[in-house]
């Protein structure tokens, strides 16, 4: 495969996007984990480091260089303009690594990647993508997995909610949704979508 296409796959707290990407993964397409590679370049990539400090000065990063992120999300959870601002800093350099880290797949042959993200929407990072699958699952399904998975209570699981965009809107966007409501089989779904991606991507490379 000359050019593989991107693909990315969001949902709401809660709704399986990881459990759904571990099925993708199986079938031997490659995931990046947008959450994961944030918190990493805050971390490790210096051109953010300047950014967080700017924004929210050194107590954003311990002595020894971890994040603070008790601190920060103290800060930015607290006002909205701070957040939008810290977002504005980290979401283009995950865009930028994600891009390069495509290009580094594409080496590989697949059809396509993933790219996993809770705020694909919210971030406008799915503008750039070639197609874009949404996992849901109701409300109330999605806020007992998540106390179940994390240990915490139900007002804290709201929090997090309130932070991201209703899942009307990110299905309203989509080109493929996977219901995981605990009812509908996974892998049917995942198939069906693997065969109908891997398909559009020959049909790009023979165009
Ligand atoms: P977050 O937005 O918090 O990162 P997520 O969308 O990635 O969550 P997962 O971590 O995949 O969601 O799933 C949340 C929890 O629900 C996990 O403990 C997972 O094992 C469980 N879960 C997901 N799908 C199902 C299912 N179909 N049946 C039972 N449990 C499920």
Not at 38 to 57: C, E, F, S, T, Y
Not at 91 to 101: I, L, M, T, Y
Not at 131 to 157: F, N
Not at 184 to 191: D, G, K, M, T
């Amino acid at each position: 495969m000359d050019h593989p296409l991107r693909v990315g796959i969001t949902g709401g707290i809660g709704s399986g996007k990881t459990t759904v990407c571990r099925l993708f993964s199986v079938l031997g397409i490659p995931v990046y984990d947008a959450d994961y590679w944030a918190k990493w370049l805050i971390k490790n990539d210096p051109q953010v480091r300047r950014g967080v400090i700017a924004l929210l000065g050194p107590e954003a990063y311990q002595a020894d260089g971890a994040y603070n992120r008790a601190y920060v999300a103290r800060r930015v959870f607290a006002d909205a303009n701070l957040l939008a601002a810290l977002n504005a800093v980290v979401h283009p350099a995950v865009e930028r690594h994600s891009r390069a880290w495509h290009e580094q797949q594409a080496l590989s042959g697949c059809p396509y990647t993933l790219k996993e993200a809770a705020l694909l929407v919210e971030s406008g990072s799915h503008r750039f993508l070639d197609a874009l699958i949404v996992v849901t699952a109701p409300e109330e399904v999605r806020i007992r997995r998540v106390m179940e998975r994390d240990g915490v209570a139900e007002e804290v699981v709201r929090a997090r909610l309130r932070h991201q965009a209703p899942e009307a809107e990110k299905v309203a966007l989509a080109d493929f949704v996977i219901l995981n409501d605990g009812q509908h089989a996974l892998i049917p779904q995942v198939w069906r979508i693997h065969r109908t991606l891997v398909a559009r991507a020959h049909q790009q490379t023979s165009a």
